[in-house]
């Protein structure tokens, strides 16, 4: 048990639709990180939160996007889905942005049909 | 640019018998190395870490590895696996300075452990 939570678990889109994904950080920690995870790869760097300010991005379209919130909670946006999104999406916290104590949630699985 | 490698795709073992889980990095600055263990739709746990100090890092389940900063290495071991072990293993690094604090992942070793 983490602490990291994320919502929803699992859910379907069709090609061209947007979706947003949901993390709960653990208590105390103020930096936030999302992950792609293909199937049968390792996770991908999408982006980082802290503070509520993005503070590194991956190698991935503008049409990811993010939000932190005061709270520490962030959300993940993607527009315009594509078949390729289809994949395990990972939250990630830990305190400060050098934290080294990383913990991840159980992830979303999106599928886009 | 940082870059994890994890020799082998799949290991199978024997129940009892050493685990070996292979990682080599590059990094272009000193790296904190990381071991995640995933299973079966589950997200990563954290098995353990390594920062700075002490090169050999004890983790959870019984686990340890070890930094060779002149292999560029991080090789996971186990004594003595258990069944309860079968899962996928990941290797990441991160860079000690900078401000992007991404991990970088290999793409998984898939341990399975035969009775």
Known sequence: ETGVTQSPTHLIKTRGQQVTLRCSSQSGHNTVSWYQQALGQGPQFIFQYYREEENGRGNFPPRFSGLQFPNYSSELNVNALELDDSALYLCASSLGQGGNTIYFGEGSWLTVV | ?115
């Open chain 2, 1 to 115: 640019a940082q870059s994890v490698t994890q020799l082998g795709s799949h290991v199978s073992v024997s129940e009892g018998a050493l685990v070996l889980l292979r990682c080599n990095y590059s990094s272009s600055v000193p790296p904190y190395l990381f071991w995640y263990v995933q299973y079966p739709n589950q997200g990563l746990q954290l098995l353990l870490k390594y920062t700075t100090g002490a090169t050999l890092v004890k983790g959870i389940n019984g686990f340890e590895a070890e930094f060779k900063k002149s292999e560029t290495s991080f090789h996971l071991t186990k004594p003595s696996a258990h069944m309860s072990d079968a899962a996928e293993y990941f290797c990441a690094v991160r860079y000690s300075g900078g401000s992007n604090y991404k991990l970088t992942f290999g793409k998984g070793t898939l341990l399975t452990v035969n009775p």
